[in-house]
Protein backbone atom coordinates (compact mmCIF):
# COMPACT_ATOMS: atom_id res chain seq x y z
CA UNK A 1 0.00 0.00 0.00
CA UNK A 2 0.82 3.44 -0.42
CA UNK A 3 0.97 5.91 1.94
CA UNK A 4 0.70 9.39 1.91
CA UNK A 5 3.60 11.98 3.11
CA UNK A 6 1.67 12.86 6.78
CA UNK A 7 1.72 16.44 6.56
CA UNK A 8 -1.36 18.05 9.01
CA UNK A 9 -3.80 18.57 5.83
CA UNK A 10 -3.07 15.03 4.98
CA UNK A 11 -3.38 13.70 8.44
CA UNK A 12 -6.65 15.53 9.06
CA UNK A 13 -7.98 14.73 5.59
CA UNK A 14 -7.58 11.17 6.44
CA UNK A 15 -8.81 10.93 9.36
CA UNK A 16 -12.21 12.56 8.04
CA UNK A 17 -12.27 10.09 5.58
CA UNK A 18 -11.24 6.86 8.29
CA UNK A 19 -14.21 8.77 10.59
CA UNK A 20 -16.81 8.85 7.18
CA UNK A 21 -15.77 5.23 6.55
CA UNK A 22 -16.32 3.51 9.83
CA UNK A 23 -19.67 6.17 10.75
CA UNK A 24 -21.47 5.63 7.28
CA UNK A 25 -22.68 1.56 7.74
CA UNK A 26 -24.37 2.47 11.12
CA UNK A 27 -25.59 6.08 10.16
CA UNK A 28 -27.34 4.21 6.63
CA UNK A 29 -28.54 1.00 8.98
CA UNK A 30 -30.31 3.42 11.41
CA UNK A 31 -32.06 5.59 9.12
CA UNK A 32 -29.59 8.81 10.00
CA UNK A 33 -27.66 9.05 6.88
CA UNK A 34 -29.85 11.47 4.90
CA UNK A 35 -29.64 9.31 1.67
CA UNK A 36 -32.96 9.85 0.12
CA UNK A 37 -33.07 7.96 -3.25
CA UNK A 38 -35.36 4.87 -4.59
CA UNK A 39 -37.18 2.99 -2.05
CA UNK A 40 -35.83 5.02 0.69
CA UNK A 41 -36.40 8.73 -1.14
CA UNK A 42 -38.05 12.10 -0.09
CA UNK A 43 -41.64 13.16 -0.69
CA UNK A 44 -40.53 15.71 -3.07
CA UNK A 45 -37.05 16.96 -4.63
CA UNK A 46 -35.62 16.45 -8.44
CA UNK A 47 -36.19 13.58 -11.13
CA UNK A 48 -34.11 10.47 -9.88
CA UNK A 49 -32.93 10.79 -13.73
CA UNK A 50 -31.28 14.12 -13.07
CA UNK A 51 -30.12 13.42 -9.88
CA UNK A 52 -28.15 10.51 -10.78
CA UNK A 53 -26.78 11.85 -14.48
CA UNK A 54 -25.30 14.63 -11.95
CA UNK A 55 -24.36 12.60 -9.35
CA UNK A 56 -22.21 10.52 -11.53
CA UNK A 57 -21.25 13.53 -14.13
CA UNK A 58 -19.94 15.63 -11.36
CA UNK A 59 -16.87 12.57 -10.49
CA UNK A 60 -15.68 12.01 -14.11
CA UNK A 61 -14.96 15.88 -14.27
CA UNK A 62 -13.26 16.01 -10.94
CA UNK A 63 -10.90 13.08 -12.10
CA UNK A 64 -9.66 14.93 -15.57
CA UNK A 65 -8.99 17.81 -13.44
CA UNK A 66 -7.53 15.66 -10.93
CA UNK A 67 -5.01 14.06 -13.87
CA UNK A 68 -4.75 16.91 -16.02
CA UNK A 69 -1.14 17.29 -15.36
CA UNK A 70 -0.13 13.34 -16.08
CA UNK A 71 -2.31 12.32 -18.34
CA UNK A 72 -0.15 13.76 -21.73
CA UNK A 73 2.90 11.30 -20.47
CA UNK A 74 1.27 9.11 -18.73
CA UNK A 75 2.43 5.34 -17.88
CA UNK A 76 0.47 2.15 -18.61
CA UNK A 77 -0.45 1.80 -15.00
CA UNK A 78 -1.60 5.57 -14.61
CA UNK A 79 -3.96 5.01 -17.47
CA UNK A 80 -5.17 1.84 -16.53
CA UNK A 81 -5.84 3.27 -13.11
CA UNK A 82 -7.24 6.70 -14.83
CA UNK A 83 -9.29 4.42 -17.35
CA UNK A 84 -11.05 2.16 -14.19
CA UNK A 85 -12.52 5.16 -12.75
CA UNK A 86 -13.43 7.08 -15.78
CA UNK A 87 -15.14 3.75 -16.86
CA UNK A 88 -17.07 2.90 -13.66
CA UNK A 89 -18.22 6.52 -14.03
CA UNK A 90 -19.31 6.60 -17.56
CA UNK A 91 -20.88 3.82 -17.26
CA UNK A 92 -23.61 4.66 -14.26
CA UNK A 93 -24.34 8.10 -16.26
CA UNK A 94 -25.12 6.09 -19.01
CA UNK A 95 -27.39 3.31 -17.58
CA UNK A 96 -28.99 6.45 -15.29
CA UNK A 97 -29.69 7.77 -18.76
CA UNK A 98 -30.71 5.18 -20.52
CA UNK A 99 -31.19 1.91 -18.52
CA UNK A 100 -32.95 2.40 -15.67
CA UNK A 101 -36.51 2.93 -15.28
CA UNK A 102 -36.86 4.95 -11.95
CA UNK A 103 -40.37 5.88 -10.70
CA UNK A 104 -39.95 9.30 -8.45
CA UNK A 105 -37.37 11.69 -7.02
CA UNK A 106 -34.58 12.02 -4.83
CA UNK A 107 -33.44 14.66 -2.47
CA UNK A 108 -31.44 17.26 -3.50
CA UNK A 109 -29.31 17.37 -0.36
CA UNK A 110 -28.75 13.26 -1.31
CA UNK A 111 -27.69 14.65 -4.71
CA UNK A 112 -25.59 17.13 -3.08
CA UNK A 113 -24.19 14.85 -0.90
CA UNK A 114 -23.47 11.91 -3.09
CA UNK A 115 -22.13 14.02 -5.90
CA UNK A 116 -19.56 15.79 -3.27
CA UNK A 117 -18.01 12.14 -2.26
CA UNK A 118 -17.71 10.96 -5.81
CA UNK A 119 -16.36 13.91 -6.66
CA UNK A 120 -13.59 13.88 -3.52
CA UNK A 121 -13.12 9.91 -4.47
CA UNK A 122 -12.77 10.24 -8.32
CA UNK A 123 -10.25 13.11 -7.37
CA UNK A 124 -8.76 12.39 -4.38
CA UNK A 125 -7.75 8.45 -7.08
CA UNK A 126 -6.86 10.48 -10.03
CA UNK A 127 -4.86 13.09 -7.64
CA UNK A 128 -2.68 10.04 -6.25
CA UNK A 129 -1.98 8.14 -9.85
CA UNK A 130 -0.01 10.95 -10.05
CA UNK A 131 2.88 9.01 -7.92
CA UNK A 132 1.74 4.92 -9.21
CA UNK A 133 2.50 2.06 -8.31
CA UNK A 134 5.80 1.14 -9.67
CA UNK A 135 5.49 -2.15 -11.40
CA UNK A 136 2.34 -4.56 -12.31
CA UNK A 137 2.01 -7.35 -9.96
CA UNK A 138 -0.20 -10.08 -10.16
CA UNK A 139 -2.45 -8.23 -7.52
CA UNK A 140 -2.99 -5.61 -10.37
CA UNK A 141 -4.04 -8.53 -12.43
CA UNK A 142 -6.57 -9.71 -10.22
CA UNK A 143 -7.58 -6.10 -9.93
CA UNK A 144 -8.14 -5.83 -13.41
CA UNK A 145 -10.33 -9.42 -13.07
CA UNK A 146 -12.52 -8.12 -10.18
CA UNK A 147 -12.81 -4.85 -11.99
CA UNK A 148 -14.28 -6.37 -15.04
CA UNK A 149 -16.43 -8.88 -12.91
CA UNK A 150 -17.72 -5.82 -11.04
CA UNK A 151 -19.15 -3.96 -13.78
CA UNK A 152 -20.24 -6.83 -16.25
CA UNK A 153 -21.87 -8.21 -12.67
CA UNK A 154 -23.42 -4.93 -11.94
CA UNK A 155 -24.78 -3.91 -15.66
CA UNK A 156 -26.46 -7.96 -15.53
CA UNK A 157 -28.13 -7.22 -12.17
CA UNK A 158 -29.21 -3.43 -13.01
CA UNK A 159 -30.51 -4.84 -16.29
CA UNK A 160 -32.67 -7.64 -14.22
CA UNK A 161 -34.26 -5.13 -12.15
CA UNK A 162 -34.93 -2.40 -15.07
CA UNK A 163 -36.80 -5.49 -17.10
CA UNK A 164 -39.03 -6.02 -14.24
CA UNK A 165 -40.50 -2.37 -15.18
CA UNK A 166 -41.93 -3.65 -18.34
CA UNK A 167 -45.68 -2.39 -17.71
CA UNK A 168 -45.77 -0.91 -14.51
CA UNK A 169 -43.29 1.57 -12.26
CA UNK A 170 -44.41 -0.62 -8.45
CA UNK A 171 -41.64 -2.47 -7.11
CA UNK A 172 -41.80 -6.18 -7.81
CA UNK A 173 -39.63 -9.26 -6.39
CA UNK A 174 -36.53 -9.62 -8.14
CA UNK A 175 -35.81 -12.31 -10.17
CA UNK A 176 -32.71 -14.14 -12.07
CA UNK A 177 -29.26 -14.08 -11.56
CA UNK A 178 -27.86 -13.40 -7.83
CA UNK A 179 -31.58 -12.12 -6.87
CA UNK A 180 -32.73 -15.64 -6.06
CA UNK A 181 -30.12 -15.60 -3.04
CA UNK A 182 -30.19 -12.05 -2.14
CA UNK A 183 -32.11 -8.61 -2.71
CA UNK A 184 -28.71 -6.41 -3.75
CA UNK A 185 -26.27 -8.51 -5.75
CA UNK A 186 -25.48 -5.29 -7.99
CA UNK A 187 -24.29 -3.53 -4.31
CA UNK A 188 -21.76 -6.77 -3.84
CA UNK A 189 -20.65 -6.42 -8.08
CA UNK A 190 -20.09 -2.60 -7.44
CA UNK A 191 -17.71 -3.54 -3.96
CA UNK A 192 -16.02 -6.13 -6.57
CA UNK A 193 -15.33 -3.11 -9.04
CA UNK A 194 -14.08 -0.70 -6.40
CA UNK A 195 -11.92 -3.48 -4.64
CA UNK A 196 -10.84 -3.83 -8.27
CA UNK A 197 -9.90 -0.38 -8.60
CA UNK A 198 -8.17 -0.46 -4.76
CA UNK A 199 -5.46 -2.89 -5.87
CA UNK A 200 -4.89 -1.41 -9.24
CA UNK A 201 -4.01 2.00 -7.57
CA UNK A 202 -3.07 1.03 -3.67
CA UNK A 203 -3.21 4.49 -2.81
CA UNK A 204 -4.35 4.59 0.90
CA UNK A 205 -6.78 6.74 0.45
CA UNK A 206 -8.35 4.32 -2.48
CA UNK A 207 -8.42 1.42 0.30
CA UNK A 208 -10.56 4.22 2.78
CA UNK A 209 -12.87 4.50 -0.18
CA UNK A 210 -13.35 1.19 -0.89
CA UNK A 211 -14.31 0.67 3.33
CA UNK A 212 -16.69 3.92 2.89
CA UNK A 213 -18.76 1.72 0.23
CA UNK A 214 -18.46 -1.99 1.60
CA UNK A 215 -20.09 -0.64 4.75
CA UNK A 216 -22.72 2.00 3.20
CA UNK A 217 -23.64 -0.69 0.27
CA UNK A 218 -23.91 -2.98 3.20
CA UNK A 219 -25.57 -1.59 5.44
CA UNK A 220 -28.44 -0.14 2.83
CA UNK A 221 -29.07 -3.65 1.75
CA UNK A 222 -29.60 -4.91 5.19
CA UNK A 223 -32.52 -2.02 5.43
CA UNK A 224 -34.19 -3.20 1.68
CA UNK A 225 -34.17 -6.83 2.70
CA UNK A 226 -36.44 -5.68 5.66
CA UNK A 227 -38.18 -3.47 2.82
CA UNK A 228 -38.84 -6.08 0.59
CA UNK A 229 -39.74 -8.31 3.49
CA UNK A 230 -42.25 -6.16 5.15
CA UNK A 231 -43.24 -5.20 1.66
CA UNK A 232 -44.46 -8.66 0.17
CA UNK A 233 -46.23 -11.46 2.60
CA UNK A 234 -44.48 -13.95 -0.07
CA UNK A 235 -41.07 -13.24 -0.09
CA UNK A 236 -38.76 -15.81 -0.56
CA UNK A 237 -37.49 -16.64 3.01
CA UNK A 238 -33.62 -17.80 2.05
CA UNK A 239 -32.99 -14.69 0.47
CA UNK A 240 -30.07 -12.50 2.13
CA UNK A 241 -29.00 -8.97 1.40
CA UNK A 242 -26.15 -8.49 -0.21
CA UNK A 243 -23.72 -11.55 -0.01
CA UNK A 244 -25.48 -15.10 -0.84
CA UNK A 245 -25.68 -17.75 2.33
CA UNK A 246 -24.20 -15.42 4.00
CA UNK A 247 -25.28 -11.76 5.05
N1 LIG B 1 -20.55 3.31 -4.50
C1 LIG B 1 -21.58 3.54 -3.71
O1 LIG B 1 -21.44 3.94 -2.54
C2 LIG B 1 -22.97 3.35 -4.26
C3 LIG B 1 -24.06 3.61 -3.46
C4 LIG B 1 -25.32 3.43 -4.00
C5 LIG B 1 -25.46 3.01 -5.30
N2 LIG B 1 -24.39 2.75 -6.07
C6 LIG B 1 -24.52 2.28 -7.46
O2 LIG B 1 -25.79 2.59 -7.98
C7 LIG B 1 -26.47 1.38 -8.32
C8 LIG B 1 -27.93 1.56 -8.07
O3 LIG B 1 -28.09 1.75 -6.67
P1 LIG B 1 -29.50 2.03 -6.04
O4 LIG B 1 -29.29 2.10 -4.57
O5 LIG B 1 -30.19 3.14 -6.76
O6 LIG B 1 -30.24 0.66 -6.44
P2 LIG B 1 -31.75 0.27 -6.36
O7 LIG B 1 -32.45 0.98 -5.24
O8 LIG B 1 -31.80 -1.21 -6.39
O9 LIG B 1 -32.39 0.87 -7.72
C9 LIG B 1 -31.85 0.63 -8.98
C10 LIG B 1 -32.95 0.76 -10.04
O10 LIG B 1 -33.83 -0.36 -9.98
C11 LIG B 1 -35.15 0.06 -9.64
N3 LIG B 1 -35.65 -0.95 -8.69
C12 LIG B 1 -35.06 -1.29 -7.51
N4 LIG B 1 -35.74 -2.30 -6.93
C13 LIG B 1 -36.79 -2.58 -7.74
C14 LIG B 1 -37.86 -3.51 -7.67
N5 LIG B 1 -37.98 -4.34 -6.62
N6 LIG B 1 -38.78 -3.53 -8.65
C15 LIG B 1 -38.66 -2.69 -9.72
N7 LIG B 1 -37.65 -1.77 -9.85
C16 LIG B 1 -36.72 -1.73 -8.86
C17 LIG B 1 -35.01 1.43 -9.02
O11 LIG B 1 -36.20 2.17 -9.20
P3 LIG B 1 -36.64 3.36 -8.17
O12 LIG B 1 -35.63 4.47 -8.36
O13 LIG B 1 -38.01 3.69 -8.60
O14 LIG B 1 -36.56 2.79 -6.77
C18 LIG B 1 -33.86 1.99 -9.84
O15 LIG B 1 -34.31 2.41 -11.09
C19 LIG B 1 -25.80 0.30 -7.48
O16 LIG B 1 -25.97 -1.00 -7.99
C20 LIG B 1 -24.39 0.76 -7.54
O17 LIG B 1 -23.83 0.39 -8.78
C21 LIG B 1 -23.14 2.92 -5.57
New binding site residues.
Given amino acids: MIFPEWTTTNQILYAALAVLAVGVGPAEYYGQSMMF???FRSVSGIP?RVSMVILYSAPIVALLVSARSYLPNANLIQWIVFGSVFTHFSK?VLESLFL?????HAGLLTTLLVASFYSTAAYLIGWMNGNPFPSTDGWFALGIVLFIVGIGG?FYH?KL??D??KDS?D????RGGLFEFAV?P??LF?ILT?LGIALLSRHLAAWLILLF?VA??TA?SLRTLKWYQDKFSDFPKNRKAILPLVL
Fill in positions: YSKSRHKYSSNHLALRFYFIPCHYEWIYLR
